[in-house]
């Protein structure tokens, strides 16, 4: 079971990336799928989730207006679309699947699965 991570980089603020996150060895069709972020010497938060249908997502206020998170069940795969980047938008990002519950889970330990996290600079 494997979560891979891609798609970041460095970019000026004001600027946009968008993250991807595809799954292999087991179907995740049914499970949430969240983003989270980890900044030098701050612990990982979350960043935004989606439940396993698509129609629900959550984020995190600072996020909100500026990303975006959507999913292809058909690739397995998750996407964060981020926009008007910052540059306290720098973290390393990881992605994570959470198995199906009644509501979107925005912490760390709720997730079950993680990858192995993607680079993301933004320069002022």
């Known amino acids: 079971v494997q979560l891979q991570a891609c798609g970041g980089g460095l970019v000026q603020a004001g600027g946009f990336l968008r993250l991807s996150c595809a799954a292999s060895?087991?179907?995740?069709?049914?499970?949430?799928r969240g983003w989270f972020r980890q900044a030098p010497g701050k612990e990982r938060e979350f960043v935004a989730a989606?439940?396993?249908?698509?129609?629900?997502?959550k984020y995190a206020d600072s996020v909100k207006g500026r990303f975006t998170i959507s999913r292809d069940n058909a690739k397995s795969t998750v996407y964060l679309q981020m926009n008007s980047l910052k540059p306290e938008d720098t973290a390393v990002y990881y992605c994570?699947?959470?198995?199906?519950?009644?509501?979107?889970?925005?912490?760390?330990?709720?997730?079950?699965?993680w990858g192995q996290g993607t680079l993301v600079t933004v320069s002022s």
């Open positions: 989606i439940n396993w249908s698509g129609v629900s997502t």
């Open positions: 060895g087991r179907t995740f069709s049914t499970y949430a």
């Open positions: 994570a699947a959470d198995r199906p519950r009644a509501v979107i889970a925005t912490e760390v330990h709720e997730y079950d699965y």
